[in-house]
């Protein structure tokens, strides 16, 4: 082979392997432009079935009307709203992680945090477009007020009541018609001390349209309690005979579950006994005078009680048990439910009813539940509330009309003996349930419910739990009520 053939055969290799090349390069891109479309068209298309995202929590005592409470340890200014879970259906998505840069940039640095007193201000909330204050009232509530004690006025107003902490006014709204009626409150432990603003207690006519009830814009699902600072604090004995004491025995009942509220706020005040205060109530203080939200509490307390100097008298302080009644919103529910309450207040007790939100917090509603002394129910999962329950509470299970016994004592009975709790079970009878009213004294459900438990679960699951109320006899429930009471007695 001559030297002329062997340049033209290298040349001929050397195109061939570039075209080869070419064409590698080609057929590559075209596969992983392939790929690229599979995999992007695979994100594309959404599920039905996609779990909504999850804000990031941020520390909370309030929240904008109908959302939870939660706190926290780390500040005495009021906490932020919870947030919630995403509405699928609105859009909303979690903030991304150039947008939350971003705003940690627009925040400036925190300050010490009990540098000045703008640091206690409540923080501003965008006002709600309607009125969404927390569940009608049995009835119309109530103001207690007391002024025969030798050092302070207090009044305790239980029901929808709101608070305007720039007006320093504290209002019950009645669900029905009522006598206007009005008191001023020194909320200072001492009512001779000058200086200190008055708050004004009023329960309105509810048919008033002169004066309107002020519309929520936050709404508490816990007590709160309006009380003042400065007079005599500053002198270390007063700053205990004068506030912490009578806060003490305003706070100390709800077992942290309680939002304070004070005027003439005095941030170092707050800074020095920041680990006293803490204690008595899990929720940032609220600076009253520079709050101008329309907030929504289940009951308030307005003034510190002080019944001696520097001391408390404890015949005075007697609490009343507290019991939560579990109002089921559907099947298995009580339909007299204002009986019920009345009963148990006669039989003593400080009642609350709940009905908690299936997309409430553990944290808030064990917290919540933990208060309390008394769990009341009918046979359901809400009686699982029972495990957040203190050690030596009660918990009374209301068995529907059908032979459920057994069930009911599997399911709650024993397990609630086991956690160290008082089981005491009420059996409602045939006239207690509303199978009677709807099938007659003559069907098999009433006449003889042991058949329908012959006939098989579905027959049983159908009347007995999934058709079936409560009436209760009150009468009838009342030793059941008595027992309990006994009980927290001896404990």
Known sequence: MGAGEGKHGKGL???????????????????????YIVVTQQFVITSPEAVPTMTPHRKQAISAPGAGETGTPEARVEDKAETKPVDASSGDETPNEEEQQQQQQQ???????????????????????????????????????TTEGPFSDTCDVFGNVRTNGTAHTVTLVPATQTESREWKIQPYARRTMSGISEVTVTQLDSTSAEYPAPACTVTHNIPGIVFALGGLTGNYFHDFSDALVPLFIASRRYGGEVQLLASNIQPWWLGKYEAVVRRLSKYDVVDLDHDDQ?????????????????????????????????????????VNVPEIVKAAENAGFEVAIADPRFDVQVEELGRSVNSFDVLLGVHGAGLTNAVFMPTGAVVIQVVPYGNLERMAKVDFGDPVADMGLRYLEYSITAEESTLLEMLGPDHPVIKDPESVHR?????????????????????????????????LRQK
């Open 13 to 35: 290799v050397r195109s061939w392997a570039q075209r080869y090349l070419n064409l590698g390069f080609v057929a590559g891109f075209l596969l992983v432009l392939l790929a």
């Open 107 to 145: 925040q400036p640095d925190a300050e010490p945090e009990w540098k000045k007193p703008e640091d206690t201000v409540a923080t501003e909330q965008e006002p709600p477009k309607r009125d969404d204050t927390a569940a009608e009232p049995l009835d119309n509530g109530k103001v207690v007020c």
């Open 294 to 334: 329309i907030r929504c509490f289940p009951s308030v307390t307005v003034g510190l009680r002080m019944h001696k100097e520097f001391d408390i008298v404890p015949e005075l302080e007697k609490r009343k048990p507290r019991l939560m009644l579990l109002h089921r919103g559907h099947y298995r529910k009580f």
């Open 455 to 487: 006939s098989g679960w579905d027959k049983v699951a159908e009347y007995y739990l999934g058709k079936q109320d409560v009436r209760v006899d009150v009468e009838r429930f009342a030793p059941t009520l008595a027992l309990a009471i006994e009980h």
